[in-house]
């Protein structure tokens, strides 16, 4: 050797015999670097340039590298020499094995040929030979430059496949276990590196620890998807296959004693990918993962179970076994279902004590890859002799009701399908053509179903034996609510025997009822499971002095698809404590729903299972109060959002007997909003239930304190029905004023859903009921509405005269301030209707006393209203400097009571009148101003028309002679 060093893999090296020579400047040390990566080819000046600059050398660049050009050979003293120019640019002249590079290129080449021949002693020592030569991250000292961070690139990755290299020969050599640490340091350094993670795990293997190593390939491939969003490449797929036919090779036959996965299984998507993350996250050493699979019978668990654990089975290479616990009907004792899961795993000798057995189990699964399904528990103590002391053994159970005492579970709820899920296993079953013949009718059979995947088997394995039969008939049979249980559990004793297509018993096997036998042919295939929890509810179970089964039959009784912890309480005629302890039990087990905070539901299945009951064990008399409690409640509740809602609505005297809720429910608006949609079904439910259970007072009084509830919801069609009940129950209490007062309400909801004359024969209907109670007043209001009716339906001129007769008659009646007011809506509807009815100068004579009596009475709105009106109607009868004074007034009034719509209403009007009188700026300011309000109370649409007219207000006017100049 001649003593000469240039080195790139670690700082920048120069070295003579006389030792290093360093090489202060940074820039000094990237011109070199620049020349050592690119020898022996010269390097133009201009790219030297780019180099030491990066990319952006400076003006008279050229001569500032000459002078580092100059002061590098100085540094470099002897070897300065080697510093070169040429006709092409600059090099460095260097000779073989000078540059480290050079000599680890040779050397790796040389350890690879060896490997050839198999002579991986000698591959070791070359391998370790050029890795000596890395003195630390390469160029470490160099400044950033396109060649510098390019080669730094290269370099490391040939660094890391030269390590990898070598770890590969050196398990090969047997030495597995000194490079396991250099190899998890590689993979963890580089975690999308996957060479490095496949000789990880074949080192592990290779040093007899196969557990970790599969347990290591999990926790890489997390990483990759995860992380990256990629799956293991091919290689390190390879590596993990290997050590599973590896350990095939050396154990005795793995159990595979999961049931048949069943092929109409439908949807779960998302919880079955859950589950699946659960059971596969822990490293060996943790806790076993426990997931806890809950639902009412029929609902699908035990098929959810064997889908996933089919789905986990390459993840599980040790065994997948099945144990049927015995559910509610018939739970197996511990000790036995601890030897049976002894013997699937290949013990034939076990202790006869419990806790023995249980210990054994642990021993046999420690370190194995098992996933045990524990098929319908009764409760956790079932489950702890049979719980694993550590990953990577893993539990599935399936329990109809939550197990708090089991720890370190991860619970997975089940409920019923959504309809499109319901109408695809349908489908599934029954095939596609079939179910695409008749769609509608398969959506109606799902939801008769209810959704539970049971029921779905049953009434799909008799459309598939019966093909004749079409889905319409079947959903005509099923459809009588109350009587769906007995229907589908018909069709299941129709249906006993085996089909051709095997949508019989067979397709039953673990269909997640009580999850029966596969050969079981018991006709209550819905009803059974549902029954052994009803009759599994015991008296103060719930921790309190609470009937469970009372509790249970009688919530069923409230009606709406959801129902609140106060609603519960009044039903039960308990305090909110112990209706909360009752209903969470009954969630607890599966029986009741919890739909949200606070909320809960029945199954419709189980609501119907439910009432059955309450009609044989509970009296007529009981059940009676029950709902009476629920409708009472219903109504004290309502009325106090009512009064929150609409609180100036005229109460009559016969509202004075509707009870005060207590305690307040609501403080605040919002608070009864929220209530008010949460509870919207369930109240109109109610309205049927009180006429129904003989409570007309309630019935008729219901609908009164709801209508404003939905009336600024948008939803008074709802109220029809309901309303119409009411009307009922009024006349059978001889009460004529509610009769009214309910009819004119439902005249209301028929002009808000373009109904008029319905409406106005309505408004009609109301007026006999208030003569005989004596009410001039209403009957005049029943006669004013039908007329304002009468103008929304487009007919001003008769809405015109039907008011003038108003007038008159509320003139001949004795004064009083409500007649006042409505004297001042008469009047304004009547103006309206003239102009409408094109008659503008009899409207105009009716401002004078529409404004007078409108001031005079304090009625505000309605006088803003008047203004802008007869503003209006001055500009439309070209008079628009008298208009735009009626509408400043109008903005006044207003803008005084805080009423922005009707301030955006009025704006409008006068950029109307200003754009008359040619006073454009004026009219856009007006209009610009609307928009802004009417975007801001999110009229958009207003917003939208304003912004055309400002639009217009901008265009250019048309050239003379053109079309639109023409007015054609």
């Keep these: 050797m001649s003593g000469i060093r240039f080195g790139i893999l670690g700082p920048l090296l120069a070295e003579d015999p006389a030792g290093p020579r360093p090489i202060a400047a940074a820039r000094q040390r990237a011109l070199l670097a620049a020349l050592l990566l690119t020898a022996p080819r010269p390097v133009a000046a201009a790219d030297l340039a780019d180099q030491v600059w990066n990319l952006e050398p400076p003006a008279g660049a050229a001569g500032t590298l000459h002078s580092y050009l100059s002061r590098l050979r100085t540094a470099l003293g002897p070897l300065g020499e080697r510093v070169t120019t040429h006709s092409s640019g600059y090099t460095v002249e260097l000779k073989p094995g000078e540059l480290d590079v050079d000599v680890f290129r040779d050397l790796r080449d040389r350890a690879r040929a060896a490997v050839a021949r198999g002579d991986l002693e000698g591959a070791a020592a070359g391998y370790g030979e050029a890795l000596a030569l890395w003195r630390g991250a390469p160029l470490a000292d160099v400044p950033g430059g396109p060649w510098r961070d390019d080669a730094v690139r290269y370099w490391d990755e040939q660094e890391l496949a030269t390590r990898e290299e070598l770890c590969e020969v050196q398990v090969r050599r047997g030495r597995a276990a000194a490079v396991i640490p250099q190899l998890r340091l590689l993979v963890t350094e580089n975690p999308f590196r996957e060479r490095a993670a496949a000789l990880l795990l074949q080192a592990l293997a290779a040093d007899g620890r196969r557990a970790e190593a599969l347990a290591e390939y999990q926790r890489v491939r997390r990483v990759l998807v995860d992380e990256a969003g990629i799956e293991p490449g091919e290689g390190l797929r390879a590596a993990f296959q290997e050590i599973l036919r590896e350990d095939d090779d050396r154990r005795p036959a793995a159990p595979h004693l999961l049931p048949a996965d069943i092929a109409d299984f439908t949807g779960r998507e998302e919880?079955?990918?859950?589950?699946g993350s659960v059971l596969t996250a822990p490293e060996p050493g943790d806790p076993p993962a426990v997931v806890v699979v809950t639902g009412p019978g029929g609902v699908g668990k035990s098929a959810f179970a064997v889908r996933l654990g089919q789905r986990l089975r390459s993840q599980f290479p040790d065994g997948q076994v099945f144990v049927r616990l015995g559910g509610l009907r018939a739970p197996r004792r511990p000790t036995e279902l601890v030897a049976e899961a002894l013997r699937a795993l290949g013990v034939t000798e076990f202790p006869g004590e419990v806790e023995k057995r249980s210990a054994l189990l642990r021993?046999?699964?420690?370190?194995?890859?098992?996933?045990?399904?524990?098929?319908?528990?009764?409760?956790?103590?079932?489950?702890?002799?049979?719980?694993?002391?550590?990953?990577?053994?893993?539990?599935?159970?399936?329990?109809?009701?939550?197990?708090?005492?089991?720890?370190?579970?991860?619970?997975?709820?089940?409920?019923?399908?959504?309809?499109?899920?319901?109408?695809?296993?349908?489908?599934?079953?029954?095939?596609?053509?079939?179910?695409?013949?008749?769609?509608?009718?398969?959506?109606?059979?799902?939801?008769?179903?209810?959704?539970?995947?049971?029921?779905?088997?049953?009434?799909?394995?008799?459309?598939?034996?019966?093909?004749?039969r079409s889905v319409a008939s079947l959903v005509a049979r099923l459809r009588t609510v109350g009587q769906r249980l007995e229907g589908i559990d018909a069709l299941r004793h129709e249906s006993a025997e085996p089909t051709e297509h095997g949508a019989g018993n067979g397709t039953e096997a673990h269909d997640g009822t009580a999850d029966a036998d596969p050969a079981e042919t018991s006709p209550s295939a819905v009803r059974g499971p549902l029954e052994e929890s009803y009759r599994a509810l015991d008296y103060g179970a719930a921790g309190r002095d609470v009937d469970l089964a009372r509790a249970f039959r009688l919530l069923s009784l409230i009606g709406g698809e959801r129902f609140s912890l106060p609603a519960a309480a009044a039903v039960l005629d308990v305090d909110e404590f112990d209706a909360d302890s009752a209903v969470e039990y009954l969630v607890e087990v599966s029986l009741l729903e919890a739909a949200g905070a606070d909320r809960f539901a029945f199954h419709p299945l189980i609501q119907e299972l439910a009432r059955e009951h309450a009609g044989a064990a509970d009296g007529a008399p009981e059940r009676s109060a029950a709902v009476g409690r629920w409708t009472a409640w219903c109504l004290a509740t309502a009325a106090a959002a009512d009064r929150l809602f609409d609180p100036n609505r005229p109460k009559s005297a016969w509202e004075s007997w509707i009870r005060d809720a207590d305690p307040a429910p609501f403080g605040e608006l919002p608070e009864a909003a929220d209530w008010f949609d949460r509870e919207s079904a369930g109240l109109l439910e109610a309205v049927t239930a009180a006429a129904e259970n003989g409570d007309h007072a309630t019935a008729a009084a219901l609908p009164l304190v709801l209508l404003h509830g939905f009336r600024i919801r948008g939803r008074v069609e709802e109220l029809e029905e309901p309303l119409r009940i009411a009307i009922a129950s009024a006349v059978e209490l001889d009460e004529p004023e509610l009769a009214g007062v309910q009819l004119n309400n439902l005249a209301i909801v028929h002009g808000a859903l373009g109904r008029f004359d319905e409406a106005i024969a309505t408004f009609a209907e109301a007026v006999p009921h208030y003569e005989r109670a004596g009410l001039a007043e209403r009957v005049a209001q029943a006669h004013i509405n039908a007329a304002i009716t009468v103008a929304q339906s487009g007919r001003p001129a008769e809405a015109a005269d039907r008011l003038r007769d108003s007038l008159t008659e509320l003139d001949d009646l004795p004064a009083t301030p409500l007649l006042a007011s409505m004297r001042v809506s008469v009047l304004l509807a009547l103006a309206e209707s003239l102009r409408d009815s094109g008659r503008p100068k009899e409207a105009l004579l009716v401002y004078p006393r529409l404004l007078a009596e409108a001031e005079a009475v304090g009625d505000t709105p309605r006088l803003a209203i008047a203004w802008a009106n007869l503003g209006k109607l001055h500009v439309k009868d070209g008079r628009p400097t008298e208009g735009v004074d009626c509408i400043d007034k109008a903005l006044e009034l207003h803008r005084s009571i805080g009423n922005q719509d009707g301030e955006g209403y009025a704006l409008w009007a006068l950029g109307e009148a200003r754009a008359t009188l040619g006073q454009t700026d004026a009219a856009r300011g007006a209009w610009v101003r609307a928009r802004d309000i009417f975007s801001?109370?999110?009229?958009?649409?207003?917003?939208?028309?304003?912004?055309?007219?400002?639009?217009?207000?901008?265009?250019p006017l048309p050239e003379p002679g053109t079309a639109a100049g023409n007015g054609s």
Aim: one cysteine or more; a positive charge.
């Design 271 to 275: 919880q079955l990918a859950a589950a």
């Design 363 to 468: 021993a046999t699964l420690a370190d194995r890859r098992v996933l045990l399904v524990l098929d319908d528990a009764t409760d956790a103590a079932q489950i702890r002799r049979l719980l694993p002391a550590g990953a990577p053994a893993a539990l599935i159970v399936t329990t109809r009701r939550r197990l708090p005492g089991l720890p370190g579970q991860v619970p997975i709820e089940l409920g019923s399908l959504p309809t499109e899920q319901a109408a695809a296993m349908l489908a599934r079953i029954i095939g596609a053509d079939r179910a695409g013949a008749e769609p509608e009718a398969l959506a109606r059979l799902a939801e008769a179903c209810g959704g539970l995947p049971i029921a779905l088997r049953i009434c799909g394995a008799r459309l598939a034996q019966r093909r004749n």
């Design 936 to 955: 801001r109370l999110g009229r958009h649409g207003f917003a939208a028309d304003l912004g055309r007219e400002l639009a217009a207000l901008d265009a």
